[in-house]
């Protein structure tokens, strides 16, 4: 290789990084330059601090990520919920619908039975009757026709009443759904615009690169889950897994290997929450789909207290869980491009743990 060639190639690699702000626009953010050329037997065009820094730019986009994640599944799920109600009251109108014919039918029915008789009611001629015993049997059979005649018309109006009420909840069930739907559509689109910003970043570095980020991010890793082990917040943490949250620990650990995907609830790939929250279904303990639902309604209690099966929330936007295994680890779902694995439970910030069978 002439040295011209070489020289132009130590210059050539300028990587960009698309970083979305609030309002989910991107913008360039240019990666550090490539260290000089190293010799030619151990290249290394960044410095471990340069790919460190590529390494938190990268942690930055998947975080916001998985945030856009759990809007996005609540709003999924809270579009089923909204199709599930609209089905159930499209099925009640119907049912009403039927019913104010039935009850019409009946009115009508009457109407008829008292032309016949012409224009009293059944009854009312009995009790036109000089016989002391007709008469009697008329009154009260004029009584009688009188209470049939108001309950239909309760009925009716009642029944009519229930259809207003059922029409103006479906619409405002669709108007929710709608809602949730375009919330789903915004969501959907700020994932793919910062997962494929990370990707892109990360694909531009070379394959030795890009395995000296997986050092790096191991390394981080390792440090942090130190630290948090060396400040004793696990010392005295020693409670043994309940019946459920047995079985919660092995439907998820039974998923390690399987890929993250966003929105994904299994059987092939999860992403952090669908996994936590299948494996508590799995231990027939239904909980909230997202993490951030999942910090929100789930009981809380303190870490030195915590157990296998509970779940630790991390990040201050509640965007990432994890499942406790026990000896300080977790078993989650890490980000797009990882696999379902063990971790430290201290490897990532700690907003606080939840208990689904408490």
């Known amino acids: 290789m002439n040295r011209r060639h070489c020289a132009t190639a130590a210059i050539t690699l300028v990587c960009a990084l698309a970083l979305l702000t609030s309002t ?8 550090p330059d490539p260290s000089p050329s190293s010799p030619a037997d151990s290249p290394q065009r960044y410095s471990n601090a340069d790919l460190d820094k590529v390494r938190e730019k990268i942690e930055m ?10 809007a996005y599944n609540l709003a999924e799920e809270q579009t089923k919920k909204q199709s599930g109600e609209i089905v159930k009251l499209a099925k009640a109108i119907v049912d009403g619908q039927a019913r104010i014919a039935t009850l019409k039918d009946r009115a009508g029915a009457q109407a ?3 032309y016949r008789n012409g224009g009293l009611p059944p009854g009312a001629q009995l009790a036109l009757s000089d016989d002391p015993k007709l008469f009697l049997d008329g009154i009260n059979k004029v009584h009688q026709s009188q209470q049939a005649s108001k309950s239909l018309l309760t009925e ?6 229930d259809l207003e009420t059922y029409t103006q909840d479906a619409s405002a069930n669709w108007e929710k759904l709608e809602t949730n739907r375009v919330k789903q559509a915004k969501a959907k689109k700020k994932i793919n615009a910062q997962i494929k910003a990370a990707e892109k970043l990360e694909s531009q570095l070379e394959g030795k690169e890009r395995d000296r980020l997986r050092r790096l991010e191991q390394d981080a890793a390792d440090k942090a889950q130190t630290a948090w082990l060396s400040s004793g917040a696990v010392k005295d943490v020693s409670g043994e897994a309940s019946g459920a949250g047995a079985a919660a620990v092995a439907f998820a650990t039974a998923q390690i290997g399987k890929p993250y995907v966003w929105g994904a609830e299994g059987p092939g790939s999860y992403d ?3 996994l936590t929250s299948q494996a508590w279904l799995a231990a027939k303990r239904p909980i909230p789909r997202t993490s951030q639902e999942q910090w929100r309604l ?3 209690i303190d870490i030195q207290d915590m157990r296998p099966g509970d779940l630790i929330i991390y990040h201050a936007d509640a965007s990432h869980v994890g499942m406790y295994v026990g000896d300080g680890a977790i078993v989650h779902s890490p980000r797009p491009g990882r696999n379902v694995t063990l971790a430290g439970a201290g ?8 208990r689904p069978d408490k």
Request: proline share 5%; with cysteine; aromatic share 2%.
């Open 24 to 31: 989910g626009q991107a913008t360039a953010a240019p990666l």
């Open 61 to 70: 986009l998947y975080r916001k990520a998985g945030a856009a994640t759990d």
């Open 112 to 114: 008829r039975e008292q």
């Open 156 to 161: 009716l109006n009642q029944t009519q009443q």
């Open 272 to 274: 952090c929450s669908g």
């Open 298 to 300: 789930l009981p809380r």
């Open 347 to 354: 490897s990532m910030k700690i907003l606080g743990v939840v």
